[in-house]
């Protein structure tokens, strides 16, 4: 039988003493999390692994010695030694030495009740850097160990026992943190105590100044769930703009970062996204009022804003001029086609009117055009997101004609569409049942084929000049709603992405862990097997999947296919409609 002895680093060089960890017997592996050194009295080291116990909830108990054959005598030592397996009775009991050379290594596992013929129990040696270990978070499905002697050491449940104890025994790495106390331990903090005075005052002092700030913002929470805010045009304006959607999300951001929740049990605190996702929302939330800051700076500077307003309205003028050239053109012979001239007129004058109002709109509020554009830059004190929503939505309002030249145009094609098919059910013979939702068989006399042939010519004649409008605005419609989703695409990145979690991937690779590979250290006959288990970093891709933070954007739920068949039926396409409906 194999047996498999996960032993620290840390500990290698470590006086005499006993091995102290937890036996797995599902795996039969071993793992050793201290030593503990002489002199010390049986009592007390049974009393402090009962209280490591009760604290973290693992079987901790004396799994066997440990010798390090450098001062002591080799025969008084190895029999005091044997003298304590009947003091802390264990199986097996484990017996590892480091020979004086530091080289050469033996360990054994004996079995009192069951012996066994000398040779019997293998023992595998891994050494495991324990710090790494007590710090990593295993990501299942954990990668599988790449050992190279042709057999895994330890399997995946095995890896997920080796890190759940380790994280697990925290109470015992604690109990001798300053060299006190009666019982005097080897472990990962033997070296030197990683803890700090202000770090821990500052953890003490955040603890009323979230408190205070999280009922601040559940204040701000309460009077936005008013009745007021809930009445029909406030409603319908924070539903479809995209700075009440951004503001909402960043407040559920600062609510997540104030609050005092702590995860409810155990299996809840070791899920992956749990414990770095408070830290991934601090970062992206200073990330954003980072860039704010920066954007509302260089807004500030030079005059700029008032450069943008001064050109904000030649811009408008141009694009109103490009319009009424496009609809002159439509008007005429587009392309040498022969379009219906009656409908064509009578489109382009309804349309040409339009461009005329908004025009007339825009210089109406171009003493005001100043003024709104510095309370759009002073919003990027919010964060980059807000003032990236705001844009979007001042985007939408400047290209309300056109998304109303869209609906219009959509509207009369789809118009034809449907008397077109209908028609074309009515030659053959076929009707749409509405209560059955279906179609049935009619049959229809002289007059009622004589009118539908008479209807279904004037639809036909008169579709292309209907789809040609409506395929040049659907166009413009399309510009405006690929510039629109850029912006959204960069407001949900900066919301969504992992800062944290990149940066201990960059950093500190062992903290997010995949798996573990295994390299030999020695392998010779006659004496046991030693490996040292390296831990595998976490891909970049992953990291990005499992850590990514929800975001309000607006993610389509249609596919190309499906949005082909939309806008060739003449549907309308809404990009905000999904918003209400996305997965956080």
């Not at 901790?60 to 003298?83: D, I, K, M």
């Not at 439509?330 to 349309?351: I, S, T």
């Not at 639809?459 to 040049?472: D, G, N, R």
């Amino acid at each position: 039988m194999v047996l498999k002895a996960f032993f620290p680093t840390c500990c290698a060089s470590a006086d005499s003493g006993l091995l102290v960890g937890r036996w797995v017997p599902e795996q039969s592996c071993a793992v050793v999390l201290a030593v503990v050194h002489f002199p010390f009295i049986p009592i007390q080291v049974k009393q402090l692994l009962a209280q490591v116990q009760q604290d973290s909830q693992v079987g901790v108990a004396v799994l066997g010695t440990w010798c390090h054959c450098r001062q002591e005598p080799e025969e008084s030592l190895g029999r005091f030694l044997e003298g304590l397996a009947a003091v802390f009775p264990h199986e097996p009991w484990l017996r590892l030495c480091r020979e004086r050379g530091g080289t050469f290594w033996s360990c054994e596992a004996t079995r009192r009740q069951a012996p066994s013929a000398p040779g019997e129990d293998q023992v595998t040696l891994i050494f495991y850097d324990q710090r790494q270990v007590l710090l990593s978070q295993l990501h299942p499905p954990a990668v599988p160990p790449d050992c190279q002697v042709g057999a895994d050491p330890t399997s995946t449940g095995g890896l997920a026992a080796v890190f759940h104890t380790v994280s697990r025994s925290e109470a015992l790495f604690r109990s001798d943190r300053f060299d006190e106390g009666p019982v005097r331990l080897s472990h990962w903090q033997s070296e030197g105590v990683e803890a700090s005075i202000l770090a821990e005052l500052a953890k003490r002092a955040s603890g009323p100044v979230c408190l205070l700030l999280a009922s601040l913002l559940s204040l701000v929470s309460t009077v936005g769930a008013c009745r007021v805010f809930k009445l029909w045009p406030l409603s319908f304006l924070g539903s479809k703009l995209s700075t009440c959607e951004q503001l909402r999300h960043r407040l559920e951001h600062l609510r997540l970062i104030f609050s005092m929740k702590k995860a409810e049990n155990p299996v809840q605190l070791m899920r992956p996204d749990l414990p770095s996702r408070k830290a991934n929302t601090v970062a992206s939330v200073l990330l954003d009022v980072t860039l704010g800051l920066l954007l509302l700076s260089w807004l500030h500077g030079r005059s700029r804003i008032g450069h943008l307003a001064d050109a904000l309205v030649p811009v408008a003028d141009h694009v109103a001029e490009e319009l009424q050239h496009l609809l002159q053109w439509l008007m005429g012979a587009p392309a040498g086609l022969k379009m219906n001239r009656a409908l064509d007129q009578v489109l382009g004058r309804f349309f040409l009117y339009h461009i005329h109002l908004w025009i007339s709109y825009i210089h109406l509020m171009s003493p005001f055009v100043e003024h709104i554009l510095w309370h759009v830059g002073l919003s990027a004190c919010l964060g980059l997101t807000v003032a990236l929503s705001l844009l979007s939505d001042i985007v939408a309002l400047l290209t309300f004609h056109i998304y109303c030249f869209y609906v219009y145009g959509a509207r009369l094609y789809r118009l034809k569409i449907h008397g077109l098919s209908s028609l074309w059910r009515l030659f053959r013979g076929k009707k749409w049942n509405a209560l059955r939702r279906r179609v049935d068989s009619c049959s229809y006399d002289l007059d009622q084929l004589f009118i539908g042939t008479l209807l279904f010519t004037i639809l036909l004649f008169l579709l292309p000049t209907t789809a040609l409008y409506y395929l040049v605005f659907t166009l413009l419609r399309l510009l405006m709603v690929t510039v629109q989703g850029l912006i959204h695409l960069l407001v949900d990145l900066i919301n969504s992405l992992p800062l944290y979690s990149l940066g201990l991937r960059l950093c500190r690779p062992y903290r997010l862990a995949a798996g573990v590979k295994f390299r030999v250290l020695e392998h010779e006959a006659g004496r046991p097997l030693r490996l040292l288990m390296q831990i595998n970093p976490l891909p970049y891709s992953r990291v990005v999947h499992t850590y990514r933070l929800p975001s309000c954007g607006c993610h389509p739920q249609h596919s190309w296919g499906s949005l082909c068949r939309r806008l060739f039926s003449g549907e309308l396409i809404y990009p905000w409609r999904q918003r209400s409906d996305r997965q956080d």
